[in-house]
């Protein structure tokens, strides 16, 4: 596979996402940081679920229904009530650091769904609970998040339920590409929302676990925008398998200690994201934990309330800080998730 050959369309999850009553666009804001000005791109209460993961879990989940029961993708009022029709016998199956699995759940429930999310020992029961009150099973499975993968394609195998993970690797390519094309609305509306104030980011900041979020808003950003800013990954110090697998230009497995930059302590990247981004991306930039901790505290001071994943873009802009440049950063994630 090469880069080119990746395709993700933007118009398809605007379709389908529209007749979502939760889906609308998430706010563009303009703030004071450090006497620059900056955009930001506040994710923080994306389609009621809080991370901007809803659009790729809902989107996906919706797309797969429609294609396995050969269902046409309509917003007239039957539309909700076929999908549920024809999607009681369905399973979804994921594992889940965080918001993909809950994106994964909502999505099932909204289309008539099952899912089953299988999570490590690591993530907080709390969580689990969230999971369960959207009406997902909710399976503890091993020690980290790369164990409860395993635990998740067994379980897809043995069952017969379709996996549905937001990484991709060689043989396992389509559903992942499904989610990184829901998430490429948000650079759609970015897009529509700097045509319209003829004001567009010269530098934009893209935070990266496994990376499909950072590819596919790389992608459409080099698809469709008429102003083209420089685009920079961020990663934790402690997991920079992006910046290293496109370093050796093959995927690698970092190692490193656990980050408190939970959605984004990912050791291997996507095999989508790392196609993508070795043409997209203009560099690479590593924060440390102390840095995403200011970044969050300095978000709470502008009335945004966000992790440390959530805020790791803003991390990278302060420690890369031009005043000459006006720069774009996501909110990916709100304070508890």
């Known amino acids: 596979m090469k880069p080119h050959d990746v395709i993700l369309e933007s118009a398809k999850p605007a379709e389908l996402l529209s007749a979502c009553p939760k889906y609308k666009p998430t706010p563009l804001l303009k703030k ?17 679920l809080g991370a901007f993961k809803a659009l790729g879990g809902v989107y996906a989940v919706g797309s797969i229904i429609a294609k396995t029961q050969d269902l046409p993708i309509k917003t007239d009022s039957f539309f909700l009530d076929e999908f549920k029709s024809c999607a009681r016998k369905i399973t979804f199956v994921c594992a889940s650091a965080g918001n993909h699995g809950l994106a994964v759940a909502a999505g099932a429930e909204i289309f008539g769904a099952k899912a089953r999310i299988h999570l490590s020992d690591t993530v907080p029961e709390d969580f689990a609970l969230r999971l369960k009150h959207k009406n997902a099973e909710v399976v503890r499975s091993g020690a980290n998040y790369e164990e409860s993968i395993e635990a998740a394609i067994k379980d897809a195998n043995d069952s017969g339920a379709i996996h549905l993970a937001d990484g991709s690797w060689p043989g396992y390519i389509e559903p992942p590409r499904l989610v990184m094309e829901g998430y490429t609305i948000m650079a759609k509306e970015l897009r529509e929302e700097f045509e319209h104030l003829n004001d567009w980011p010269t530098h934009v900041y893209l935070q990266a676990g496994v990376g499909g979020f950072a590819a596919a808003i790389a992608f459409e950003i080099r698809k469709s925008w008429r102003v083209q800013p420089e685009i920079l990954i961020v990663e934790p110090d402690a997991a920079p398998c992006l910046k290293e697998s496109i370093k050796h230009r093959k995927i690698l497995t970092v190692e490193g200690p656990v980050s408190d930059m939970g959605r984004l302590d990912c ?36 009335g945004l309330a966000t992790s440390p994943s959530g805020a790791a873009g803003l991390a990278a802009l302060l420690a890369n800080s031009d005043k000459d440049a006006s720069s774009l950063v996501f909110f990916t994630e709100g304070s508890v998730n």
């Open 32 to 48: 004071s940081v450090q006497n620059n000005s900056i955009w930001i791109k506040d994710e923080t209460d994306r389609m009621g």
């Open 267 to 302: 050791k291997t990247p996507s095999l989508l994201a790392f196609e993508i981004l070795s043409s997209a991306a203009n560099d690479f930039c590593l924060i440390t934990e102390e840095q995403a901790q200011d970044a969050v505290r300095l978000a709470g001071e502008m």
